[in-house]
């Protein structure tokens, strides 16, 4: 039995064995290919994976469906990262890639993620095309099975040769920078570390291997995800700590005493560094969702920013037009100038290494020096509510008020962005808005101290909780992250 194929913010996904199913597998593939197939009549297409359970399995089954309707396909031998993939369909010049991944999401998701020729995410134009081409189609059969093989390719040495023009390895070899790096079992294996490694650079690379459960904890880049690193970080005192989830597009830090650092403050301190670095005096980008120490440090430089919804498909825009040094997202997301229009987290941590070596100083140090440059601090905290349907429903329909006041304090302004943020007038604010790739609501909040930005999540989080009170529902169950005082 088939069921509606819908994209999120970052591809369609589903738990395994319930909506992701070989059957769903076959009908999106076919929307796909129905989709490429008019607008170029022999396209070529990529079809790749990570490390998930299945994942060679479907990747098959989605080049069997290809084939079928006459579409070349370029076969990933073994796991390959999501910017990998990528960089090869500009380096080919071929029409996009079908990558089987989740990202981040527990092991009992999977994924598929469709990319356009630009290498970047596909645009809501697009999905909403595949996905209206998907509603028409009936349940497809399996097809048909042949001896003929698929073309294979390995993205892994292209991409690897692309980021030793990006960074300056020779700064953390000069600087003899100790680091250790964790793939928590994903695909970034045998590239963040090799990358490293391969120039001289002292890598202790953990989680190397496969597991398909992830440990049981997911293969997101969370603080929590990452205590294993951080006991690592400390036993070897290396400088730095660097993760990539389970496609390798996000990135985690910590610094030299195990301290997670937020991407929202990596991001900022990665912005100043490459203005600072590469001499790109240009704009930066990111989602309506992501810290304000970006703007900050934009208006230091006299540039400005470009804010987006969030999802990174809007970043790769801006990155594409050559509009921005860097763009990147609060959920750990970034790509740079003449790079990818895609997440990389295996740039972004390589990018951070090569900041601690060049300025000879801890993270948690650079971002004091930041703040102090930019004239104050900034904060910002992500918490998740798990809320029944109805109680998300009635929410989105409450946040069409126009505030005039919100939490007992007055509204500087309202955007709409994606989802409502509402801006105060210390600077403040907060945003609500539904996840495109859980099933959660979202609350972002920010403030100049870690204890204003929790205290303004808690106060919202208990306006959502009267929502549902209203509703004769129970408690809300949330859990915050990004908060480090």
């Not at 970052?10 to 597998?25: H, L």
Request: hydrophobic share 40%; aromatic share 8%; with cysteine.
């Amino acid at each position: 039995m088939t069921t509606a194929i819908k994209f999120g913010t970052s591809g369609w996904r589903a738990i395994i064995a319930e909506d992701f199913t070989f059957a769903n597998v076959r009908l999106a593939v076919a929307a796909i290919a129905d989709h490429v197939r008019s607008r170029n009549a022999k396209p070529t297409l990529i079809v790749g994976h990570d490390t998930r359970f299945f994942a060679e399995e479907f990747s098959l089954t989605a080049a069997q469906i290809l084939r079928e309707h006459g579409i070349h396909v370029l076969l990933c031998e073994r796991a390959a990262p999501t910017p990998a993939i990528a960089f090869e369909i500009k380096r080919r010049k071929i029409d996009g890639a079908i990558n089987f991944t989740a990202s981040h999401n527990p092991a009992e998701y999977q994924g598929l993620k469709f990319s356009g020729p630009d290498g970047g995410p596909a645009l809501p134009e697009v999905t909403h095309d595949i996905e209206a081409r998907a509603a028409k189609m009936g349940e497809r059969a399996p097809a048909k099975s042949n001896d003929e093989a698929f073309e294979k390719i390995d993205p892994r040495d292209a991409y690897l040769e692309r980021l030793g023009q990006l960074i300056n390895f020779k700064a953390m070899s000069d600087a003899k920078l100790s680091v250790v790096t964790d793939a928590l079992h994903g695909c970034g294996a045998g590239y963040l570390d090799h990358a490293l490694m391969a120039r001289g650079v002292n890598v202790q690379a953990m989680r190397t291997d496969r597991d398909v459960l992830f440990d049981g904890s997911g293969p997101d880049v969370s603080e929590e995800n990452l205590r294993t690193l951080r006991e690592a970080l400390l036993a070897k005192k290396a400088a730095v700590g660097l993760a990539t989830d389970g496609d390798a597009d996000r990135f985690g830090i910590l610094d030299s005493d195990g301290a997670w650092i937020q991407p929202n403050h990596i991001l900022a301190l990665l912005y100043d560094y490459i203005v600072e670095t590469r001499g790109w005096k240009m704009p930066a980008g990111r989602s309506v969702a992501t810290s304000h120490l970006i703007d900050a440090v934009a208006e230091h430089y006299g540039t400005t920013i470009y804010q987006t919804p969030v999802g990174f498909k809007y970043i790769g825009e801006l990155i594409e037009q050559d509009k921005i040094a860097l763009g990147g997202e609060e959920s750990a997301g970034l790509s740079i100038r003449g790079h990818l229009p895609e997440k990389d987290g295996i740039l972004a941590c390589l990018l951070v290494a090569e900041m601690v070596a060049v300025r000879g100083a801890s993270l948690a140090g650079q971002l004091r020096a930041l703040f102090k440059r930019v004239g104050r601090e900034y904060w910002p905290l992500r918490t998740n509510l798990h809320l029944p349907e109805d109680v998300k429903t009635e929410t989105v329909a409450r946040l069409k008020t126009d505030f005039k006041t919100f939490l007992g304090r007055h509204v500087a302004n309202l955007d709409r962005t994606d989802g409502l943020k509402i801006a105060f007038d210390d600077g403040s604010w907060v945003l609500l808005r539904l996840s495109g790739t859980e099933p959660l609501m979202r609350i972002y909040t920010e403030a100049s101290t870690p204890q204003a930005a929790a205290q303004l999540a808690s106060e919202t989080s208990a306006w959502v909780g009267d929502v549902r009170a209203s509703l004769g529902a129970g408690k809300i169950k949330g859990a915050a992250q990004g908060v480090k005082g």
